[in-house]
């Protein structure tokens, strides 16, 4: 084992859940929160509540920090900045690219070494099997480490010594995330407005979602190849169809602004001149500046 002590910085539910993995483990757990009664039920558990930032750093060479962004890095650790050579900070809050490189260098010239994390799964899949986390920073820190990661998630998927690129594969899974949700609860609006409930309509949302990796495999090998062809969808289709959901959301009375944002997208390609391509071309039109 690299290591069989933990410091885990940050208890929202991520780093709660991570913690709990590690006691599961039989780890010796040493937590800091800006907020120190969130550590309450760990602590009863069996890990140390360290009094300040500088001593949850001291306890253990590898530091997880579970944040809400970069800034509550600093925030932290900035009173602490001298405990932070010779650690391996394990960074798993969510930032840009940009954010995360930044932050590496913050580390690197207090002495210590930063791996940029990004975790794929919510709080109560933590510490499963078939879950997995994007690494990307310095090769040797993460094969150190790994074994002591795949606590937190069974796989990890290292991306390369760029310290933004852990980031950057994050966040195109939240550009899909995020808005697939809203457009569920979206359609859970709509269905209310309608008297059905999210339960009566959630295996067809599912079988949805399942199926959408056909489209993914589908249109990644044709989009690669600059190939919009319209032969089995047409953009005017699309915005026809958009224009449909758009009206069944208002005849019911239900907000607009989302479908109404991607009707938007839709529109601007068939303006382009490209209604008899494939939806596809959308690409096309979001490359531009
Ligand atoms: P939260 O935002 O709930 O956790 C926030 C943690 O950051 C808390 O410990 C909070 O302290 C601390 N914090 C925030 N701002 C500051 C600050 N200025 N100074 C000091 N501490 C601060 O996030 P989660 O636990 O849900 O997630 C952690 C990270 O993991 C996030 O980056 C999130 O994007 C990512 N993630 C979350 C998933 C989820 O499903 N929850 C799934 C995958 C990734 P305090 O308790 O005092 O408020």
């Known amino acids: 084992h690299a290591s069989q002590s933990v410091t885990i910085i940050g208890l929202g539910p991520m780093g709660q859940a991570m913690a709990a993995a590690y006691l599961d483990r039989g780890y010796d757990v040493t ?45 932290i650790l900035e009173p602490a900045k001298d405990a932070v050579a010779g650690r391996t900070l394990v960074n798993l809050s969510s930032d840009t690219p940009e954010k995360a490189r930044a932050g590496a260098r913050w580390v690197a010239e207090l002495g210590g070494t930063h791996l940029t994390g990004g975790v794929l799964c919510p709080p109560p899949l933590i510490g499963t099997p078939d879950t997995s986390t994007f690494y990307s920073g310095p090769r040797e820190a993460y094969d150190a480490h790994r074994a002591t990661l795949e606590v937190i998630t069974g796989k990890s998927d290292y991306r390369g010594d760029d310290q933004g690129l852990a980031a950057l594969m ?78 069944t959301a208002s005849d019911a009375g239900v907000d607009t602004a989302f479908p109404a944002a991607v009707h938007d997208v839709f529109r601007r390609v068939v303006e382009a001149g490209h209604g008899a391509d494939s939806f596809s071309w959308a690409v096309e039109l979001l490359k531009k500046r």
């Open 31 to 75: 937590l800091w929160n800006r907020t120190p009664s969130r550590a309450d039920a760990l602590v009863a558990r069996g890990a140390t509540l360290a009094p300040t930032a500088e001593q949850a750093l001291s306890a253990a060479e590898l530091v997880i920090l579970s944040l809400t962004d970069f800034d509550a890095m600093y925030a």
């Open 170 to 247: 994050y966040q195109l899974n939240m550009f899909i995330f995020w808005p697939a949700m809203v457009a569920y609860w979206q359609a859970v609006a709509v269905a209310g407005a309608h008297g059905i409930q999210a339960r009566e309509i959630a295996p067809y949302v599912t079988e949805n979602f399942a199926g959408m990796g056909h489209f993914i495999d589908f249109y990644a090998s044709r989009v690669d190849a600059g190939n919009h062809a319209g032969d089995v969808d047409r953009a005017s289709m699309g915005l026809a169809s958009m224009e449909h959901v758009v009206h």
